[in-house]
């Protein structure tokens, strides 16, 4: 039996980005459960779960975009947290993101490295 | 004897880009002259000469940027050569793109693969 | 008698917005109480007071604008509740919002779905 | 038999654009054929083939949305033309775009009414 | 007898913009003729016509925001002519423009120059 | 002997923002302070150090940049402060942010205001 979307995006972002993933579904359940399921089912279900590139490169490109546009934080902490769960060093997460300055400018970069340094303090024991 | 930033990111541009870096210091300098020192000193003698991150995700995050904003079309496609250089293959690079619709939106993501479809077509002999 | 562009923009913004037109233009009347005038008169008395357009179609095109951009949280509020004054539903509202995740991404679309939720809370008795 | 997310995506945008969305598929069929599928299942398989908002005010939303970011000039002409198709009159398509000077301001409103004058004088015999 | 806001707009554009003004007048006039009154009564008649900066500080700031945000190339040209009416040098122009690398980024700063490079060219008898 | 890079950055940015520089260098200390040195060296030490331009006309470039992109509030807030510091009276940066709204649409001005108002609000003895 085929695995539907909707299975394949909850296992996938299960894996990415933990109990990140179940939190969004259910902040949403009462207002917009189907916006729910459609980001389960697309950025996950479909372009997470394709092959052709791994997910280190992935957490990579997401965590560029969102220091660039600067107008997401709460979804750019998320993604500092998968992109450690993938197997990105807290090392190569701040290249990324000071590599912002050149493409965005200085305070997108600042904005993305203390997002980092919240998320990274919030993960020592 | 200490290479110097301007050296060091001059052969930084050159391994990363072949001629787009000469190409763009060429256009700047009869109006800007300081800045395309600028463009070689600071985005690669410092940031793309840092170790810590290779050059593939590198491009992979400049490519993520710079799809996500939208307003800097001639550099996307510079950087799409760029990504092509360092080992990015076409597939890789139409994975990052792609993932763009789901933090920019589908017109990004559309016009960044349109970017891709001219950088590859020259590219063909 | 003919009406002044600011009469009409007070008795616009009340129509749609309530007390909050009142209290934007209180909270600049000590530092720019010349931009609370042409906030007044530019978007209400003359844009928002056209014919042409519905007002529940302009508050749809506002809040579009307003999640896409991402940038400007307190004013999308504002104009969640003036959809509901003017007559849009709270189902129509989260479609609006929800499709913004095809023209500026799945974060921006999220973060107006929280701004309706706390809006549509504030005005459950 | 259930109708799929493709078919009635194609259904949708044929009803929307007419042949635009067939193009585009068209010119992605050599680069990036899933993503010419996903963006007939995601846009309008799941999103402009909900019910809870009419297509007119869908497309008011998305010239808004457009014209605001001002970075996807090529849709925001196929979505000018769109809202022509489901009953959006030149007008109400210019109150829209003239709207989003408040909000985006007057270069992005007047970028968008000279993308909306090129649109209609293409259709006018 | 009172000079009106669309008397003192006009005077205003041409003394900042020469000919621009009555040009992007005349190609709104058979679509959005009230949008073109609009463009000189508010940002002309109102905001540039405001005492308390002097017009070379009023282009610095113009040029700037066109620069950082990337999507107005029009625009920003008209308003690069504009800065040199006004006794703005070329010098300080790409001062301006240069300093957006920081803010918005390389490329900004990049498409920027372009534009300045153009301009100035036209100029040059 | 000649100053480097980051001494001429530190001079020029304690003269812009007095104690702002030196707070986020020890922001940045723990987590990248590679990038606090960047920050000292190129905006400050390259760009702001620049003759050419003076520093009055530079904050106001500044400022005008990062309220039209309304993605850094604290950053705008540092350099209404840094406005202030160089010369530029509460009323000049006003008018800076006013005519914003022309340029990215009223609710960046609207924002850009309540931080300048926060600001002039700390100063007041």
């Given amino acids: 039996m085929k695995e539907t979307r909707y299975d394949r995006g909850l296992r996938k972002i299960s894996e990415i980005d933990g109990k990140a993933g179940e ?3 259910e902040s949403l359940s009462d207002i917009a459960p189907d916006f729910a399921r459609y980001l389960i089912e697309f950025p ?3 372009i ?3 092959p052709g590139l791994d997910l280190k490169s992935r957490e ?3 965590i560029s975009a969102l220091t660039a546009l600067g107008n997401a934080q709460p979804q750019l902490k998320v993604h500092i947290r998968a992109a450690l769960n993938v197997g990105c060093s807290e090392g190569e997460i701040l290249e990324v993101i000071m ?3 050149v493409y965005a400018g200085f305070p997108a970069a600042l904005n993305g490295l203390f997002a980092a ?5 919030e993960d020592t024991p």
Wanted: no cysteine; hydrophobic share 50%; net charge neutral.
């Fill in 117 to 121: 340094k919240e998320v990274f303090a």
């Fill in 48 to 50: 997470y779960s394709r």
């Fill in 44 to 46: 996950f279900g479909d």
């Fill in 60 to 62: 990579i490109a997401t």
């Fill in 23 to 25: 939190q969004v579904v």
């Fill in 99 to 101: 590599q912002m300055a």
